[in-house]
């Protein structure tokens, strides 16, 4: 379980002489703060743990007092305490406070252990590149795999897909309506309001709003940017969209593949392919209940597309595995894994579509392909994919 493997190289680290601020930067309700708690729990030395999420506005003051109240902890019976901060991006100039009071405690030889946590990973990336360079390890906290939800609600492969992998929702699924607001207010709106729009700069924000919906709706598909111009009804530029798409991606919405190009220099002005980091995403948008879903063949077929992408994306975060698609003469390959060394072209069978099976030997054609993979009736069974790491398939 990757959770569980996370918790256990944290509690790794903290025995390690040299130590490092670590980072957890993931998408909300994705188990952060349940995962740092757990920690707080397992460790033998004491703790404190404070947020920036509330409704009080927060300053550097605040990180100044919490820093401190570890430190009187510190200064007591233990030789060692770990300081856990919550939210932490939404404070302006975070980092450069971290980075004081950090370097202050390496200075005076304090065994102060510090954990933060962001739901922004764009933002959190920015202010740790900004100040504390060779100061932090980062662990990328993604929406929760198959095997998570599986192991800890009995979740079987049909749901994984159209619920997707937020824990939080597992006890609302019995009731759709309830389940499909939770997931458009609780998740999508805060997210982009409260992650996005207030964390970073849009000139745009019914634009950026419009181009989420957009990318929900194409998941799967290739879509210019001056076709999305049209589609969006807006006089912008493609600019200002490939921007936006970055800060969905960031915020752990929607993401724009790009189209494999080789050894040669990346195409990142094709087309982008959409794809949605959690299913959820389509699904509580699409008005259908679950088993209305499962006899649409086409949205079905969708989902299933768009479930293995997302698995593929979130699986290869924090690895130096790269995930593309291709399109060439007509003919496409679903999804394309790159390590630097070796090409994996994918191919999912979803029932939406007939396999373009000459795509991949194209493909192959083009570039030396280490395998070719088939995903779905007559292949790899969706649920063993699911179950496979993306690293497991260089193996």
């Given amino acids: 379980m990757l959770k569980r493997l996370i918790f256990n190289e944290l ?7 040299r130590h490092f601020i670590q980072v957890l930067a993931g998408p909300r309700q994705t188990g952060k703060t349940t995962l ?22 927060k300053d550097r003051i605040w990180i100044e007092q919490q820093w401190e109240t570890a430190r009187i902890k510190l200064s007591g019976s233990t030789k060692k305490t770990l300081l856990v901060l919550d939210e932490i991006h939404k404070i302006p100039q975070w980092s450069e406070t971290v980075k004081r009071l950090w ?29 504390l360079t060779g100061r932090f390890e980062i662990i ?32 609302l699924i019995k ?32 634009l950026l709003r419009r ?8 998941s799967g598909q290739i879509l210019s940017y001056q076709k999305m111009l049209g589609q969006l009804q807006d006089a912008g530029n493609t600019v200002t969209l490939a921007h936006y798409l970055n800060l969905l991606e960031g915020a752990g919405l929607i993401a724009g593949l790009i189209k494999y190009a080789g050894q040669r ?43 293995i992408g997302a698995s593929l994306l979130n699986g290869v975060k924090g690895t130096n595995i790269e995930l593309f698609y291709w399109a ?31 795509g991949m030997e194209l493909f192959s054609k083009n570039f030396k392909v280490k395998k070719n993979l088939l995903v779905g009736t007559g292949g790899i069974p969706i649920k063993e994919f699911l179950l496979t790491s993306p690293e497991e398939w260089f193996k």
């Fill in 11 to 17: 509690l790794k680290r903290f025995q390690e002489k």
């Fill in 36 to 57: 740092a708690r757990q920690v707080m729990d397992a460790i033998d030395m004491s703790s404190h743990y404070a947020t920036a999420d509330e409704p009080v506005l």
């Fill in 103 to 131: 370097d202050e405690d390496t200075s005076e030889n304090r065994h102060l252990h510090v954990i933060l946590l962001g739901s922004s990973p764009l933002l959190v990336q920015k202010g740790l590149s900004e100040s």
């Fill in 140 to 171: 990328p906290i993604t929406h929760w795999s198959f095997a998570e939800m599986n192991k800890s609600f009995g979740w079987d492969v049909d749901k994984y897909i159209f619920y997707g992998g937020y824990p939080g929702s597992s006890v």
């Fill in 175 to 206: 009731d759709h309506m309830r389940w499909t607001n939770y997931i458009l207010e609780s998740l999508i709106e805060t997210t982009i309001s409260r992650d996005i729009l207030l964390m970073a700069r849009v000139d745009k924000p019914a």
């Fill in 211 to 218: 181009l989420f919906q957009l990318g929900c709706n194409y």
């Fill in 265 to 307: 220099v990346r195409q990142k002005s094709s087309s982008p392919k959409f794809q949605v980091l959690n299913t959820a995403l389509m699904t509580a948008q699409s008005k259908l209940t679950f088993a209305e879903a499962k006899k649409d063949t086409e949205f079905w077929g969708r989902l299933v597309e768009s479930c």
């Fill in 328 to 358: 060439g003469h007509n003919r496409e390959v679903d999804f394309v894994l790159y390590n630097g060394k070796s090409v994996i072209a994918i191919e999912v069978k979803s029932g939406r579509k007939r396999i373009n099976l000459s």
